[in-house]
């Protein structure tokens, strides 16, 4: 059984940064490949970004060059970095994996971003 694991959220105020990760643990092939989600105040998860099992990674158009996605394969870990954090960035991450029996999310971290 795959389950995956957020953690890193916090409350920050604007301009600083916060690193999430996501442990993925279970049968997933390595490298693996996972998206990041937020669910904002709206209560609508839209996707931030995401890494391919190749390692190309992709960002929505708000968030790109503020945050990064990167992996360690040793860990089965996943990192969203985000800098220059805005108010607009706050809500609950979540990280998701695909595999070939379905979709798998984790329980999500919460991120506030408030002056």
């Known amino acids: 059984q795959v389950q995956l694991e957020e953690s890193g959220g916090a409350l920050v105020q604007p301009g600083e940064s916060l690193r999430l990760a996501c442990v993925v643990s279970?049968?997933?092939?390595?490298?693996?490949?996972v998206a990041w989600y937020r669910r904002g105040v709206d209560k609508s998860r839209a996707w931030v970004g995401g890494i391919t099992t190749g390692g190309t990674t992709d960002y929505e158009d708000a968030v790109k060059g503020r945050f990064s996605i990167s992996r360690d394969n040793s860990k089965k870990t996943i990192y969203l970095q985000m800098n220059n954090l805005k108010p607009e960035d706050t809500g609950v991450y979540y990280c998701q994996h695909t595999r070939s029996d379905g979709d798998y999310w984790g329980q999500g971290t919460q991120v506030t971003v408030n002056s």
């Open positions: 279970g049968g997933s092939t390595i490298p693996l490949s």
